[in-house]
């Protein structure tokens, strides 16, 4: 899952990519509101984390700015000051969800999980694509009669092949879900990643498609 995180504090960005990236997502983090509209017109995001007070053009013009362009995107608004008033005006102007800080990581991660359910038109937790069933909040999963635990990656993965079942993704598709900007991508990553899967779940949890990526298998 990729994020783009809009922060201008140092600290709060720094403890909030770290954090967010051990447990899987990939994280972009601008500081200011051009270099987000920068990387939203480069990027697909599955959301963004958007501090309201910014140097120069501040989170509520952005996000109202990019409500007018039709961008979908869920947003969570993250707000210095515990104000009914920075909620309203943040959720008029299309936030999806809102925290104030400080707050802990993991119930940002539940709000963003929430996010991407709602998002996605689910309102169950567990992710289902035939007779495999995934839950985000354990990252658990069971192909038919068969559980296992994954891990960081393997996890990603599935989610982003599970999230839009019978689609195609690319090699680079995936990679963009698994790294931010500044990680360095590993060759063959993806490759090994669904041998692994394919391993642990049945060698139909996966189907290849030659020359285009992978799609979610039956199983
Ligand atoms: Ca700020």
Known sequence: MRILLVEDDR???????????????????VRDA???????????YDLMLLDIGLPGKNGIVLLKELRQKKFTLPVLM???RDSVTDKVVGLDAGADDYLVKPFDLGELEARIRALIRRHNGRSEPLMVAGNISLNPSTRE???GDCKALLSTRE???????MARPGAVLSTSQLEDRLYGWRDEVESNTIAVHVYQLRKKLGKR???N???TGYKIGEA
Not at 36 to 41: F, Q, T, V, W
């Open 34 to 44: 051009e270099s987000a509209e920068l990387g939203l017109s480069a990027h697909s």
């Open 78 to 80: 993250l707000t210095a």
């Open 141 to 143: 999963i069971s192909v």
């Open 11 to 29: 600290m709060i960005g720094e403890s909030l990519q770290k954090g967010l990236a051990h447990n899987g997502y990939a994280i972009d983090w």
């Open 155 to 161: 996890y990603v993965l599935m989610e982003a092949l």
């Open 209 to 211: 498609v030659r020359g």
């Open 205 to 207: 949890c996966i189907m």
